[in-house]
């Protein structure tokens, strides 16, 4: 098995609306050093995807009632409410804190929202990097959620694209040579937890390389394998 690197990759500028976040990614690999090979893995930030496709919009950090109104708009279902603490169901299908809206490294007086379609998002990233690199590469959108029943945040994916959302294990054997029944790995999800360990939440680093991934992981895939189906959810 090829040993797993993580590479953080360092040098992307701040990211504007209209920004080609492929083309920003290309420059900085070969700036710093670390140009990208066919079967790496890309793990990009929300925010910066959601700067470059013009997702911030004003919002008076002090106003709750304007901060309830913009979760409330970004929700098709509210599921709980908790003093400022909102959880609630986004377009996308992910039940999460306040629709994912973050206010965290941004302009005073904004708010990052949710990009619209994070698969489109990262189909995008994806395509440009063939274009510019001639790389085939995955890609995959993080973001930081909690999770129900544990303490604590770890990033997610919320967009995929070229590397499989979930690996059903289902039907092949374990270290005994038992039959799996139910075994369904939210490999994104761990690729970009992984991520997370070298890019951190207040580093700057936007982008990270993950390195030596199983071949066969590598498909097209969308992130709504990760999300769970309503008839499927005990807690809906």
Same mark, same amino acid.
Not at 1 to 23: A, N, T
Not at 120 to 126: D, V
Not at 216 to 226: G, H, N, T, Y
């Given at each position: 098995?090829?040993?797993?690197? *993580? *590479?953080?990759?360092?040098?992307?500028?701040?990211?504007?609306?209209?920004?080609?976040?492929?083309?920003l990614?290309?420059?900085?690999?070969?700036?710093?050093?670390?140009?990208?090979?066919?079967?790496?893995?890309?793990?990009?930030?929300?925010?910066?995807?959601?700067? =470059?496709?013009?997702? @911030?919009?004003?919002?008076?950090?002090?106003?709750?009632?304007?901060?309830?109104?913009?979760? +409330?708009?970004?929700?098709?279902?509210?599921?709980? $409410?908790?003093?400022?603490?909102?959880?609630?169901?986004?377009?996308?299908?992910?039940?999460?804190?306040?629709?994912?809206?973050d206010?965290?490294?941004?302009?005073?007086?904004?708010?990052?929202?949710?990009?619209?379609?994070?698969?489109? &998002?990262?189909?995008?990233?994806?395509? /440009?990097l063939?274009?510019? +690199?001639?790389?085939?590469?995955?890609? @995959?959108? &993080?973001?930081?959620?909690?999770?129900?029943? $544990?303490?604590?945040?770890?990033d997610v994916?919320?967009?995929? /694209?070229?590397?499989? =959302?979930?690996?059903?294990?289902?039907?092949?054997?374990?270290?005994?040579?038992?039959?799996?029944?139910?075994?369904?790995?939210?490999?994104?999800?761990?690729i970009?937890?992984?991520?997370e360990?070298?890019?951190?939440?207040?580093?700057?680093?936007?982008?990270?390389?993950? $390195?030596?991934?199983?071949p066969?992981?590598?498909?097209?895939?969308?992130?709504?394998?990760?999300v769970?189906?309503?008839?499927?959810?005990?807690? $809906?």
């Open positions: 098995m090829e040993p797993l690197s *993580i *590479i953080p990759l360092l040098g992307i500028p701040e990211v504007r609306e209209g920004d080609d976040l492929g083309e990614i290309a420059r900085a690999a070969w700036t710093a050093g670390t140009p990208l090979h066919d079967g790496d893995c890309l793990v990009v930030t929300q925010k910066v995807v959601s700067k =470059a496709e013009g997702r @911030i919009v004003p919002l008076d950090h002090g106003d709750p009632g304007a901060k309830r109104a913009l979760v +409330e708009a970004e929700s098709v279902r509210i599921l709980r $409410r908790r003093g400022d603490l909102v959880i609630s169901e986004t377009t996308h299908g992910f039940v999460c804190a306040n629709a994912g809206i206010l965290s490294n941004v302009e005073d007086g904004t708010a990052a929202l949710l990009p619209v379609d994070a698969d489109r &998002s990262a189909r995008r990233i994806r395509d /440009a063939r274009g510019v +690199e001639k790389v085939d590469v995955g890609v @995959i959108v &993080s973001d930081t959620f909690g999770r129900a029943w $544990r303490h604590g945040l770890t994916a919320i967009g995929v /694209a070229g590397i499989a =959302a979930v690996l059903d294990l289902r039907g092949t054997a374990d270290a005994r040579g038992r039959a799996l029944q139910v075994t369904e790995v939210a490999v994104a999800d761990e970009a937890a992984a991520a360990l070298v890019m951190g939440k207040s580093s700057g680093v936007a982008v990270a390389i993950v $390195r030596g991934l199983d066969a992981w590598f498909r097209e895939a969308s992130v709504r394998e990760l769970r189906r309503p008839q499927d959810d005990l807690f $809906r």
